[in-house]
């Protein structure tokens, strides 16, 4: 990520610390085999389409979470981060992985078949240029998957204390990958149930941290209403989190 609202060195040995266990980052992960899986069985029987295993880049890769997803998955994944400390993180994992900034990114135009942007664009200054970045090194067909803090209604010190710039709504997230040239096929809300419970604990505590280590029956518990909300239709509802699933145009979606 670029150094604006970079994640800092702390911050990234917490994350390491705690996502292979935290309900955030387990439930997430999650949402990101699904979607891999929802692409490979919509790209079945038809080589080189978007969702096909191939060549993907996670975008702010920080502690490597969802580029080991990626791995796991059969795609030939790269992580990039502008945090030297994210980028030997992850090479210490086996992880592919090099410096740049979501801006800049240090890739060819037209060649990769999946873009990951998950929680970053919030953090970048000139988000448009991230955005048209992802666009330009997906080849025609090719998929991007984002994930953005949702509303501006749940802006808080904790925002602040993450370094990011901005919270999404709908329809600015819709604008900002449309006017990079991608298609937007999905768009869908998480953390619904939990919305409420997070709006008054921010906006209460501005020490409220999401990543620290939790008791661990309230992190299961967490997590099970996460995994209470795949089955029950909320994705239209706003939440804390938005998701979009889009692709750019000049050859068949997946």
């Given at each position: 990520?670029?150094?604006?609202?970079?994640?800092?060195?702390?911050?990234?040995?917490?994350?390491?610390?705690?996502?292979?266990?935290?309900?955030?980052?387990?439930?997430?992960?999650?949402?990101?085999?699904?979607?891999?899986?929802?692409?490979?069985?919509?790209?079945?029987?038809?080589?080189?389409?978007?969702?096909?295993?191939?060549?993907?880049?996670?975008?702010?890769?920080?502690?490597?979470?969802?580029?080991?997803?990626?791995?796991?998955?059969?795609?030939?994944?790269?992580?990039?981060d502008n945090s030297?400390?994210?980028?030997?993180?992850?090479?210490?994992?086996?992880?592919?992985?090099?410096?740049?900034?979501?801006?800049?990114?240090?890739?060819?135009?037209?060649?990769?078949?999946?873009?990951?942007?998950?929680?970053?664009?919030?953090?970048?200054?000139?988000?448009?240029?991230?955005?048209?970045?992802?666009?330009?090194?997906?080849?025609?067909?090719?998929?991007a998957l984002v994930?953005?803090?949702?509303?501006?209604?749940?802006?808080?010190?904790?925002?602040?204390?993450?370094?990011?710039?901005?919270?999404?709504?709908?329809?600015?997230?819709?604008?900002?990958?449309?006017?990079?040239?991608?298609?937007?096929?999905?768009?869908?809300?998480?953390?619904?149930?939990?919305?409420?419970?997070?709006?008054?604990?921010?906006?209460?505590?501005?020490?409220?941290?999401?990543?620290?280590?939790?008791?661990?029956?309230?992190?299961?518990?967490l997590h099970l209403?996460?995994?209470?909300?795949?089955?029950?239709?909320?994705?239209?509802?706003?939440?804390?989190?938005?998701?979009?699933?889009?692709?750019?145009?000049?050859?068949?979606?997946?």
């Amino acid at each position: 990520m670029p150094s604006a609202g970079a994640v800092d060195t702390i911050e990234l040995q917490r994350i390491v610390e705690v996502e292979d266990d935290n309900w955030w980052y387990l439930e997430r992960r999650a949402i990101l085999a699904r979607e891999l899986c929802r692409a490979a069985a919509a790209g079945a029987g038809a080589p080189g389409r978007a969702g096909i295993p191939g060549r993907a880049v996670d975008i702010g890769a920080a502690g490597g979470g969802n580029t080991r997803v990626l791995k796991d998955h059969g795609w030939r994944a790269i992580a990039i981060d502008n945090s030297p400390t994210a980028v030997d993180l992850c090479l210490a994992q086996g992880i592919n992985a090099c410096h740049g900034d979501a801006c800049f990114l240090p890739l060819p135009s037209g060649e990769l078949d999946l873009a990951l942007a998950l929680n970053v664009l919030e953090h970048v200054e000139d988000d448009r240029a991230a955005a048209a970045e992802m666009a330009r090194v997906l080849r025609p067909g090719g998929a991007a998957l984002v994930a953005v803090p949702c509303d501006m209604a749940l802006w808080s010190a904790y925002d602040v204390a993450l370094g990011r710039v901005r919270r999404y709504s709908r329809r600015a997230l819709t604008d900002l990958l449309e006017e990079a040239g991608l298609v937007v096929d999905a768009l869908w809300g998480w953390n619904v149930l939990l919305r409420p419970l997070v709006r008054l604990l921010r906006h209460r505590s501005p020490h409220c941290e999401d990543l620290a280590h939790l008791h661990p029956l309230l992190n299961e518990a967490l997590h099970l209403v996460t995994v209470m909300e795949r089955y029950l239709p909320l994705k239209s509802r706003p939440g804390v989190t938005l998701f979009a699933r889009a692709r750019r145009p000049g050859a068949s979606a997946s």
